[in-house]
């Protein structure tokens, strides 16, 4: 028998919930989604699960994970219920509930908490330039082996077992038998959704933020590559160089974009942020900057009398590397990839 928990909602409002429990489900919120079909009711039934308190069967669902929060339903609410934020939410909410340290649902509930772990790294890093008594090619060499170990740790460490986490709460628990060759055969979805997020297109109205989405992630995933693996900043290779101004100019562009809509408030998605996603938007426009900037102070001669300018750049890519990637928002586009894939294994199943 299902589980059902009157007190969820308050609990679910410390990840950013408003007012959902206002709904009399009338369906407008369903009726009006351009990803609603008779086999998905978008949102309706993720609200009504939610105002239940059914843990479980949120916790078994991607439903929230196939929103793209075009904010349609919130804006034709008629009872101000917020179903666009609310969906949001549960997504912070499911990624608490994948993370095997805690942390992320930490993170999500406390800003202070947040800034101490933002501090504490940043302390890291300054305490690690003074014990190398600010020498600035024993930094910028370990920096660079830095990166290379913060990607492999977080992966193996955090997002791989949070991966199978989620996989076992969506297909394992629920009891779904799929073979291993339709896993391989479907392999094709997380990867087409990883790189191309191609779901959102079937949001009204979401075109231009598609493309600066797409363009978003080959731009990060592109620089990721060109620091650490071709060595940017080590490198005097100037296709390397030109390349990585050109991606981490594109990476500045877009997001300045996104913080300045943010700052707006126009759009439903930008009207209710919560503090992961102004860490989110900030600290990649921070990382296309400081690594352009970095770049620029090598090639004008100039870095090793401002030293402070890779420190900036190192705490920056530190903090996003340590808590952004692991605990924050950046998550969400990979357990929506994994969404995509587990939807797909599902409906073959089916």
């Known amino acids: 028998m299902a589980g059902i928990d009157p007190k969820f909602g308050e609990a679910l409002k410390n990840y950013g919930a ?33 105002v239940l308190g059914m843990e479980e069967e949120l916790t078994a669902s991607l439903k929230p994970w196939l929103c793209y929060y075009c904010g349609e339903c919130t804006t034709y609410c008629p009872q101000t219920a917020h179903p666009g934020e609310l969906m949001m939410s549960l997504r912070r909410w499911l990624t608490s509930k994948y993370d095997w340290t805690g942390l992320s649902g930490l993170l999500y509930r406390s800003l202070p908490l947040s800034i101490i ?4 790294v940043a302390i890291g890093v300054i305490s690690f330039a003074v014990s190398q008594q600010f ?19 977080v992966f193996l460490v955090v997002l791989l077992p ?32 990883m790189f191309t997020q191609k779901r959102s297109l079937g949001c009204d109205d979401n075109k231009f933020r598609w493309f600066e989405h797409l363009v978003l992630v080959f731009g990060y995933l592109m620089l990721l590559f060109t620091t650490v693996f071709l060595d940017w900043f080590g490198s005097e290779n100037l296709f390397i160089i030109v390349l990585g101004y050109i991606e981490s100019a594109l990476i500045f562009i877009i997001t300045v974009d996104f913080v300045y809509s943010r700052i707006q ?15 989110f938007v900030i ?47 950046w998550t969400h586009f990979l357990f929506r990839s994994f969404a995509m894939y587990f939807e797909a294994l599902l409906a073959k199943a089916r």
């Open 162 to 193: 949070n991966i199978i986490r989620m996989w076992y709460f969506v297909i394992q628990k629920p009891g779904k038998k799929i073979s291993l060759m339709t896993y391989l055969k479907t392999s094709g979805e997380l990867f087409v959704h």
């Open 283 to 329: 600290w990649l426009l921070l990382m296309g900057l400081t690594a352009l900037l970095v770049r620029l102070f090598i090639d004008l001669n100039i870095i090793q009398s401002n030293l402070w300018m890779y420190l900036v750049h190192l705490t920056v890519l530190a903090q996003w590397a340590l808590i952004i990637v692991p605990f924050g928002k």
């Open 265 to 279: 408030k126009k759009r439903e998605v930008s009207k209710n942020s919560q503090p992961s996603d102004w860490f």
């Open 135 to 153: 020498n600035q090619e024993t930094i910028m060499h370990y920096g660079h082996y830095f990166e290379m170990i913060a990607i492999g740790t």
């Open 117 to 120: 772990a933002f501090v504490l």
């Open 18 to 50: 408003i007012n959902f429990n206002a709904c009399y489900n009338c369906g407008t919120c369903t009726a009006v989604c351009s990803l609603s079909t008779p086999e998905n009711s978008f949102p309706r039934e993720m609200v009504r699960l939610s």
